[in-house]
């Protein structure tokens, strides 16, 4: 399994960004895929989740309005859209699966909120 995170860097608040992770090793279209992130001195958070299918995601209450989460099974990515942004959304931002039991990570993307 690997996964790799791109398109973070440094935006004002209230801007916006578009992070990827691209998937391989595995069967991409048939697992639930996660973003999670992770604040300096805080503990890894989820951000959200989308079904396998993109069907349905859910949220954490802090990005929920402002983040989408969609796939593209034909390209084995999957993708968050994080939009109002905000400097409390500072973090290095990780996509994850669980495959065959085990929770696989990619090596994260750092985003920066500051003005």
């Known amino acids: 399994v690997q996964l790799v995170e791109s398109g973070g860097g440094l935006v004002q608040p209230g801007g916006s960004l578009r992070l990827s992770c691209v998937a391989s090793?595995?069967?991409?279209?048939?697992?639930?895929m996660s973003w999670y992130r992770q604040a300096p001195g805080k503990e890894r958070e989820l951000v959200g989740v989308v079904t396998n299918t993109g069907g349905s995601t859910i949220y954490a209450d802090s990005v929920k309005g402002r983040f989408t989460i969609s796939r593209d099974n034909a390209k084995n990515t999957v993708y968050l859209q994080m939009n109002s942004l905000k400097p409390e959304d500072t973090a290095v931002y990780y996509c994850?699966?669980?495959?065959?039991?085990?929770?696989?990570w990619g090596q994260g993307t750092q985003v920066t909120v500051s003005s």
């Open positions: 090793g595995f069967t991409f279209s048939s697992y639930v």
């Open positions: 994850s699966a669980i495959v065959s039991r085990k929770r696989s």
